[in-house]
Nanobody, 128 residues
């Protein structure tokens, strides 16, 4: 089994920055890709950013392009979501997710059904 643990959420003012972390443990050899999603109150869970391990291909939602970036530490199986120029509409619970034993491309990134493992989520609140 694979476990995902997110951290780094909190309260930040609009225009500020925040960094989230997600560390994978367990059968990490089955992880070929990782992604961040978010879910705001009353809304569906939406894709934010993702990448394929050892492939260096990434995908980023239009709503966060130029503001959010993803980085990773292979040695600890940790991915980071660097968020800057935060807006009120970025307020959400942020989830780390993993599809098992496959990479993702194109529209597949956006489909929650492609992901087998989810973290518990971390709250990000952006205040005016």
């Amino acid at each position: 089994q694979v476990q995902l643990v997110e951290s780094g959420g909190g309260l930040v003012q609009a225009g500020g920055s925040l960094r989230l972390s997600c560390t994978a443990s367990g059968r990490t050899a089955s992880i070929y890709a990782m992604a961040w999603f978010r879910q705001a109150p009353g809304k569906e869970r939406e894709f934010v950013v993702g990448f394929n391990w050892n492939h260096d291909s990434t995908a980023t939602a239009d709503s966060v392009k130029g503001r959010f970036t993803v980085s990773r530490d292979y040695s600890t199986m940790t991915i980071y979501l660097e968020m800057s120029s935060l807006k009120n509409e970025d307020t959400a619970v942020y989830y780390c997710a993993v599809p098992l034993s496959k990479r993702l491309y194109g529209k597949e990134w956006y489909m929650t059904t492609q992901y087998a493992i989810w973290g518990q989520g971390t709250q990000v609140t952006v205040s005016s």
